[in-house]
């Protein structure tokens, strides 16, 4: 979603979608792909290509990898690549999720050669690529909306209309228009047109925009159809937070109420409750489904402020990122996050992330270490560690490690219960903890693992 966070959206029914017809073929909702190792490892990279390199293009992508190897992540998200329609378009440049053509490239980016170069290129690394899918709406002159013309809902006059939120309510997302999956033509050309960039170009996969707009009839015959298209695991993101979406055969799901909660705790809100939420939270979840983790991305800087701005500088920026990205699923940094700048990067314009920035060897690193770990935590184990300042520090475990960060611009001290930590070794830093009583700078993190 574009203009606004999904935090309204968790746990809620898909009202205002198009009603759900019969497929032709039903498959096992719960239809993953049969080796999904390299998805449950992954660590995401998010970028925006426009903003990525001075001349926002694919080949600016591939002179940058090097850059995204440096954090440690091994999975790039392209933000959506095809041409971004004129009719109403937002801003000078609009939005890239108001698409034209599914099967085309935005051609401010390269050609069809720049990108199977990228693709290869990522692929030499060992890394994977996916896309930015945009299934709900397209631009008003997309090719669909003349070419089929019944792909898309109309009003009594025949009209595109545009569409609407969880609540039957309109949007304000006047750059698109409403496709209508009540036609079972639109549902095999949606289907079609996601095929080809799996076959034809090789990608990894895709992030699904609001997918939880898709009704879910789409999602069960697609899904197994998608993961049966190519001899190879894929990696599928649905931009939703029910863990329906799981059932429905998805990898992950976005954290956005996680995401909501460790900004309140920022704000004053209880730490170890937030931890609490998550226990919970993770104890009913799907098997086989994983949250992705994240303290910003493409909506949230534009929208909302980056991390630095919101967590309170660099020092809480990275405690913030220690505390979600070592939760149980999988993390993601976004398109310069490690750069630690306040600028905002905006959906409709261009906003060049400056590469020199001062201090990047060293963000880049933690990040680096960060991603590591998410990686070499055990994947099982998440309970809640009790501190002597239940509401001042995240605290839990993964496995044998010890996760301890501090939200607060003060320092904190305390203890734990049920944790020798005298003598374990600080993951973040590798330097031994001494005694029984731990202290946390402001924004401080550990992650504490015996020798």
Sequence with gaps: MRNRPLAALFWLALAAAPAATPVLAQAPANAL?????????????QIFVRDFSPAGTFRGVIDGLDRVEAVGADVIWLMPIHPIGVSNRKGSLGSPYAVVDYYALNPDMGTRADFRELVRAVHARGMKLIIDWVPNHTAHDAVWTTAHAGFHVRDSAGRLTTPRDEKGNLTDWTDVAQLDYGNPALRQAMLSAMRYWLEEFGIDGFRVDVAGFVPDGFWREAVPA???????????????????????????????????????????????????????????WPGGGMRLRFTTNHDETAWDSPPVTLFGGPAGARAAQVATALLPGRPMLYNGQEVESPLKLRLFEKDTIDWNAPGLPASRAFYRRVMELSRTLRAGDFTAVTTSAPEDVIAYRRGEAV?????????????????????????????????????????????????
């Design 403 to 451: 996760v301890l960060v501090n939200p607060r611009p003060r320092e904190v001290r305390f203890s734990v219960t049920g944790v020798a930590v005298d003598g374990m070794r600080d993951l973040l830093t590798d330097r031994t903890h001494a005694g029984t009583t731990l202290a946390l700078p402001a924004h401080g993190a550990m992650v504490l693992a015996p020798r």
């Design 226 to 284: 998608l993961r049966r298209a190519v001899p190879r695991p894929i990696l599928l993101l649905a931009e939703w937070g029910d863990p329906k979406m799981h059932r429905l055969g998805f990898d992950l799901t976005y954290g956005w109420d996680p995401y909501a909660r460790l900004k309140e705790v920022w704000r004053g809100a209880s730490a170890s409750a937030f931890v609490q939420k998550e226990v919970s939270e993770m104890q009913a």
């Design 33 to 45: 792909a049969a080796d999904t190792s390299w998805v449950t490892r992954s660590a995401i990279y």
